[in-house]
């Protein structure tokens, strides 16, 4: 039976996003109601965490910027501390739409994490170049790793079981692209199973994307280097986390 809404936490990292977050915690709200979200605010040098605290969310500040892996691992702390055995996490500039969040719980029934895919039949959703090019080697890499098919493994909508939680509460990499690459391979070597759902994507709310084709090369690069890195790392034991 698929986890319910009062049992998720909706973890929305967010760093300068003021101009977006209230509407996407109004959205989330609504469509799915009595679901529990909180905002973390990342740092941020604007009004993020005054504008999300008034739409509603719960609040966590970070003291300075950490990113997007330093705020989920301050939301699946807060999770395991406060009785969530699932975190969703849901971008604060507005591409993720709420409406498929049930089909990322319904997933859990059979997996520990489940990825929200952009690139899987739903949704006109476009990536082109050297990016495009790199997202699809690293799926093709990390299919491999965690033994399942896998189209979008850069994808930051995710829903998260028990043992993720568990696991990720004291184990989720902060670096660059680390709450994307290296997360998998930590669930995937702890002895979780990974899947993925497709899901419909939008362009951002507000703010401005975070590449662009002058840093897609760089993007290329460092997403290698994120899972070289994974894959050299030690071992996380899941039963280590399990009973925490």
Aim: glycine share 8%; net charge neutral; proline share 7%.
């Amino acid at each position: 039976m698929p986890f319910s809404l009062s049992d998720t936490l909706v973890v929305m990292p967010a760093f300068n996003e003021e101009e977006s977050v209230a509407a996407v915690v109004a959205e989330v709200e609504a469509k799915l109601p009595g679901i529990t979200v909180l905002v973390v605010d990342d740092g941020s040098l604007d009004r993020t965490a005054e504008v999300a605290k008034a739409a509603g969310a719960r609040v966590a500040s970070m003291p300075f910027n950490m990113g997007v892996g330093g705020a989920m691992r301050l939301g699946f702390q807060y999770a395991k501390e406060n009785g969530f055995p699932v975190v969703v996490q849901v971008d604060a500039d507005g591409q993720h739409d709420p409406d498929g969040v049930p089909s990322l719980l319904a997933a859990l029934d059979e997996a520990d994490l489940v990825i929200g895919a952009r690139f899987s039949g739903q949704g006109d959703y476009e990536v082109k170049g050297p990016r495009r090019w790199a997202m699809t080697v690293l799926s093709r890499v990390l299919s491999r790793v965690v033994q399942s098919p896998l189209k979008d493994t850069t994808s930051g909508f995710k829903a998260n079981g028990p043992k993720a939680v568990a696991l990720f509460a004291h184990s989720f990499p902060a670096e660059y692209l680390g709450d994307t690459v290296e997360a998998l391979v930590i669930a995937a070597r702890a002895g979780l199973k990974v899947t993925q759902v497709p899901v419909t994507m939008r362009p951002r709310a507000a703010g401005q994307p975070s590449h662009n084709p002058i840093k897609a090369a760089v993007y290329l690069a460092r997403a290698f280097v994120a899972l070289l890195v994974a894959l050299m790392r030690p071992r996380t034991a899941l039963k280590e986390t399990a009973t925490a």
